[in-house]
């Protein structure tokens, strides 16, 4: 069982930077891969950004890409995702997510919310124009 809490939203101008955690339980975290998604107004929940259980691979949205940097510290237990030049489109609410225990990573898979088993409550991310 893994539990994940969200931190580190905001309000924030355009152009701005916020930086979100994510603080898991359990102890399998070092093993799984972890995923960022997020869910805007009337919009339907979409794949921000995925890292590996080692942190070896990532893969990024086309709409974030070059801006969010994903990243995790397996001692701390938790997951960042550090988001520049903040845009009013990237408004949403945003959840991590976590992989099944020992479920091989794979950048064809890991952009689908169907391969994530854990999911945290979500944090509001408001950029302002």
């Known amino acids: 069982q893994v539990q994940l809490v969200e931190s580190g939203g905001g309000l924030v101008q355009a152009g701005g930077s916020l930086r979100l955690s994510c603080a898991a339980s359990?102890?399998?975290?070092?093993?799984?891969?972890m995923g960022w998604f997020r869910q805007g107004p009337e919009k339907e929940r979409e794949f921000v950004a995925a890292i590996s259980s080692t942190g070896a691979y990532t893969k990024y949205a086309d709409s974030v890409k070059g801006r969010f940097t994903i990243s995790r510290d397996n001692a701390k237990k938790t997951v960042y995702l550090q988001m520049n030049s903040l845009k009013p489109e990237d408004t949403a609410v945003y959840s991590c997510?976590?992989?099944?225990?020992?479920?091989?990573?794979?950048?064809?898979?890991?952009?689908?919310?169907?391969?994530?088993?854990?999911w945290g409550q979500g944090t509001q991310v408001t950029v302002s124009s």
């Open positions: 359990g102890r399998t975290f070092s093993s799984i891969y």
């Open positions: 997510a976590a992989g099944p225990y020992d479920n091989a990573w794979s950048s064809n898979r890991v952009y689908r919310p169907t391969e994530y088993s854990y």
